[in-house]
């Protein structure tokens, strides 16, 4: 056991501000994908409620579509495939591209849900009261859908945050791959690998429990 | 006295909360009594007690002689209770039937797993029991798509299906819609007239009175008055009682 | 634009990666839902502190941290032990023990919903509490976690083109190697996703069904 920890005794010194950095960059690249997902998202939801039957179409085919497809097809394609035809991303702005473009999908799903839990009578009991539309929206809606939708929407940025780690395959310089170039330099995969783990757990799971902590008393 | 069960000194407690405080009273073979008293007055966790679904705190059950949930001066497991149970046929104010089981199977299961009958046998026995409760017509439908007052029914037929020396009801009645109320009565009043021994818990004291031999009124965790049906009824002693029923009739 | 015989080129190409990815797919669906059954049991049924502890710890070690880090630690971390698994078997391996997380979370969900008088007509009829749990509660429970692990099983046909990263050689590996003889990338992984897209269509497909099925059931 010594043995096996002994090398973050001697390295962990050199270790910690590499991987420090690395979760500073999977922090930036999480937080950028997880903003433009709720943009994308909320941009999608506008297209399921709107009347036109194109728009309705689309965001039905979207949404199946990045549902089946694997992120790392969807990076790839963004990121080796696309310029063949001409666009051409930075590492970075792709990762961030591919994220949003999947999970905006997963969070119009959260807000659609989330308006659906909302009984009808709210909107009917405000519309009632003399509030415009657009009021009932804003002061009676959105505040009880967001309470619903809070705990999941963590959730959804936990799941992203995990697969912020593919961008390593398409060079992003987080933290596993940050991991590997340390791996093959210091020959110790398997403590680097889990201290990379605990990095991503350190960053995760604080979010995990508060997201259960927000659904515990909806769930009563 | 022969008395089929007997309770005695029934103490139980929820935290600090004492509700039940020191309960004794004894049924005869072919008894049937009625519990009836203001929410909250421990009326219900009295009657889960006898099977031990709440662990009294203190006090002591016998069934036809035998030591209720206790073994050697040890609490017994659920394990070991199943048996003890099996001797008791309860009936829950929310009918809890399982979803996932027919009608049929609902009354049988018990059978082929506590007792070991086959397949067959445990069929034709749960078509006789719910032919007690008609609901024959509904033998193979899915719980779900019952009315509240089929529900309860079959819940009865299950009940009935464990051969019990006694069948406790906990309000069976309170969670029906007013109309639906009327055909589950009617079937306990059958077998009231079948001679089975029974303690039921309700609100129904009208029926209470029709059906039972005699019944007790329970407040405060205490039982305050007790004698035959018509007597506590019509002609009740106590004040508690009285200002009870009167409520009751508004 | 490419020629037809190209896209066919690259689609046989991808298909011989299909069955390694079918057969990761399936193995660790297999291993997720027995040891995640298992684990939702002992924790809702037992009530051994250290064992619920453990169990605790399992599922958040393995949901909070990313598949591709759980397979690097299988693959090359265990291999410097000495220990050294083939591509596939650490694939099946790491999705199976990752799924375990996920499905002890669906099933526990699912035993939590039922209500209490579930248990209590189990035991007033005689059952015994392990009778019970077999015959009444856990029965109910899958039926409940259906919906959730029909959407398990489509995150896990996605998530097999992770393991092209210790190079077990499913569809998303033969894309990648594909990729370096030729210059047809965009092509090659589009047709890559779409082959994902098929296999999840019918899944996807039946999660919707089980929705709106159990959907009806609660009312």
Known sequence: ?220 | MDALLSVAGLRKSFGSVEVLKGIDFSVKAGEKIALIGPSGSGKSTCLRCMNFLETPTAGEILLDGERIGMRNGRMMSDRQLAPQRAEMGMVFQLFNLWPHLTVTENVAIAARKVRGLAYKEARELALDMLAKVHMTHRADASPLELSGGQQQRVAIARALAQKPKLMLFDEPTSALDPELVCEVLNVIEELAGEGRTMLLVTHEIAFARDVADRVMFLDGGVIVEEGPASAVINTPREERTRSFLKQIRH | MPDFETFRLVLEGLVAGLGVTVLVALSSLAIGLALGFALSLVREFTRTRAAHFAIDAYVELLRNIPALTHLFILYFGLASLGLRLSSIAAAILGLGLIGAAVTCDIFRAGFRSLPKGQVEAGLAVGLTPRQTIISILAPQAMRIALPGLGNYAVQLVKDTSVVSAIAAPEIMFFARSMVTSSFQTTLIYATAAGLYLLLSLPLMQCVRVLEAHYGKLKG
């Open chain 1, 1 to 220: 056991m010594t043995g096996f920890l002994q090398p973050y005794f001697e390295y962990g010194g050199e270790w910690w501000p590499l991987l420090a950095e690395a979760m500073l960059n999977t922090a930036l690249l999480s937080v950028a994908g997880f903003f433009l997902s709720v943009v994308l998202g909320l941009a999608l939801l506008l297209c399921q409620m709107s009347g036109s039957a194109v728009l309705r179409g689309f965001a039905a085919l979207y949404v199946t579509t990045v549902r089946g497809v694997p992120l790392l097809a969807i990076l790839f394609l963004l990121y080796f495939g696309l310029p063949g035809v001409g666009i051409t991303f930075n590492a970075f702005t792709a990762a961030v591209l591919g994220l949003s473009l999947c999970f905006a999908a997963q969070v119009s799903e959260l807000f659609r849900a989330g308006l659906k839990a909302i009984p009808k009578g709210q909107r009917e009991a405000a519309l009632a009261a003399g509030f415009t539309p657009a009021q009932c929206f804003t002061f009676v809606i959105l505040p009880q859908v967001v309470r619903v939708i809070l705990s999941p929407m963590i959730v959804t940025f936990v799941s992203l945050l995990k697969d912020s780690s593919l961008a390593s395959l398409i060079t992003v310089n987080e933290l596993v791959l940050t991991g590997r170039a340390m791996a093959t330099e210091y020959f110790l995969p398997l403590q680097i690998y889990i201290a990379v783990g605990l990095c991503y757990f350190m960053i995760g799971w604080p979010f995990s429990v508060l997201s259960r902590r927000l659904a515990a008393p909806a769930a009563r």
